[in-house]
């Protein structure tokens, strides 16, 4: 009997745990309706209507629908009932990324739309170094409708030749973007050196946005290459036996050591955190 109910324990030990079901996501699929038009109010036949859009210097439709002749269109994008405090994004354009409108939307408001196209605004972007650190190339910059917040796109900084004679000074990093008429939030990221920048965009048609974007070192940036702060702990394991000799005690506890108990030894500090 004994080896039956060991048998059985042992049997529910090594049974395999049995994976939680994740809750399924309702979803519903909604027709989207419209006209997609010139900036005159007249009909734009071939136009490209979707919800979700690729930017590579150039605007391109992740699916989606085309306008017909009379410049309607009808679209199916997926939406999520139970979140009614989501926003779409409903983003026209022609072939050529010339023109384009964007709009963001909730889920009861996606019929019969009017889309204006508009000539597309080129953005260019400049950002200045700070306190001896200058931004890095391959670095990006995340692009948001403002009003509700809604991720558009992203791109990378890249880096401009020096301009006059000294070719080895360091050029510039920029980044560039055509966007649609509109008002615009953004994330910019320039190398771990730098706080995250933020500017606004409001891009008007026919008008080009130049910025110059000023960065902000971090905190941990102020301190590169410099001594290192003092430092107090209560408690190191393993201390070697002629530190701990050294080390004065007071009513039988050890003092406080610093990073100044290590001087002449290797110390390799280790950070952790969660995030």
């Known amino acids: 009997m004994r080896t039956v109910l060991t048998l059985a324990l042992l049997t529910l030990l090594f049974l395999p745990a049995q994976a939680q079901e994740r809750p399924a996501v309702k979803f519903e699929n909604v027709e989207v309706s419209g006209i997609t038009l010139d900036a005159d109010g007249k009909p734009l036949a071939g136009i490209s209507v979707a919800d979700m859009w690729n930017y590579d210097g150039k605007w391109s439709a992740n699916g989606g629908a085309k306008s017909d002749a009379e410049g309607k269109f009808k679209l199916t994008v997926r939406t ?128 080009a946005v130049t910025l110059d974007v000023p960065l902000k070192i971090t905190a941990l940036a102020k301190h590169y290459g410099k001594k290192a702060p003092a430092i107090n702990v209560d408690f190191v394991r393993n201390l070697p036996s002629d530190i701990v000799g050294k080390i004065a005690t007071r009513k039988g506890e050890p003092e406080p050591i610093t990073l100044d108990t290590f001087k002449g030894r290797w110390v390799l500090l280790e950070f952790w955190g969660f995030w």
């Not at 880096?159 to 070719?167: I, L, T």
């Open 80 to 207: 999520f009932p139970e979140q009614p405090q989501r926003s779409y994004r409903i983003q026209a354009g022609d072939a050529d990324s010339k023109l384009g409108a964007v709009t963001i939307l909730k889920a009861d408001a996606l019929k019969d739309l009017k889309l204006t196209l508009q000539p597309l605004v080129a953005v260019k972007g400049t950002l200045a170094g700070a306190e001896g650190f200058e931004p890095e190339a391959g670095g990006y910059v995340n692009v948001y409708w403002k009003a509700p917040p809604v991720w558009l796109c992203s791109t990378r900084l890249t880096a401009e030749p020096a301009e006059g004679p000294d070719e080895k000074a360091p050029g510039k990093v920029v980044f560039e973007l055509l966007l649609p008429v509109g008002e615009y939030s953004t994330l910019i990221s320039a190398g771990e050196a730098f706080q995250y920048a933020r500017p606004a965009i409001s891009t008007l048609a026919g008008t």
